[in-house]
């Protein structure tokens, strides 16, 4: 199978075929050391193999950018995407860490993992009913990481009123919890 794709074989000038003729030689040259560059960043070579090809994909769809040396370029914009992978994969970490409970020498009973289940539902349904406004701050304080001060620029408040809404929503999430759950006998 063709490593060129039908758009290269059937494109629309000489000009724009040999840019790209140009480019997928470029790239097919660099790629190795991309993957490695990546690889050393991420620690996986699947990922980094993934993410080049990612990083092909962005290029290909869009028109030509004319640089000195394309090489160069090729491998800076591989060390940004190692980065912004390890970035996102960062945040991804910190919201799943913020949300897992604390080690607890009871975590592994039945118990334990049915009334975490529960407190985990009844804080779902006290964020389900608040208005959607302070719903909508607190999750993007809690779960994407803003700061007030980003959250009042964004939605156009005081940050004095993004802190009373997140107030009000903390205060449900721990109403909740010193509420039984509905539906369970004492």
């Not at 334990?112 to 804080?123: F, H, K, M, S, T």
């Amino acid at each position: 199978m063709s490593m060129i794709p039908p758009e290269l074989e059937n494109g629309p000038s000489s000009e724009a075929r040999h840019g790209r003729a140009h480019f997928l030689q470029v790239f097919l040259s660099q790629r190795p050391q991309m993957e490695a560059l990546v690889n050393r960043r991420v620690g996986c070579r699947a990922t980094a193999a993934d993410l080049v090809q990612d990083l092909f994909l962005r290029f290909w769809r869009r028109p030509l950018v004319q640089v000195e040396e394309l090489s160069t370029y090729l491998l800076r914009c591989a060390g940004n995407i190692a980065i912004d992978h390890l970035r996102s994969e960062g945040t991804r970490g910190r919201i799943s860490h913020h949300w897992q409970p604390e080690p607890d020498a009871n975590c592994c009973e039945p118990q334990a993992a049915l009334e975490a289940g529960n407190d985990l539902r009844q804080v779902e349904a006290a964020l389900r009913s608040l208005p959607e406004r302070t719903r909508h701050i607190f999750l993007l304080n809690r779960i994407h990481g803003r700061t007030y001060a980003e959250i009042a620029k964004v939605m156009g408040l005081s940050q004095s009123a993004v802190e009373k809404h997140m107030m009000r929503a903390l205060e449900a999430c721990k109403a909740s919890l010193r509420e039984p759950p509905s539906g369970t006998a004492l």
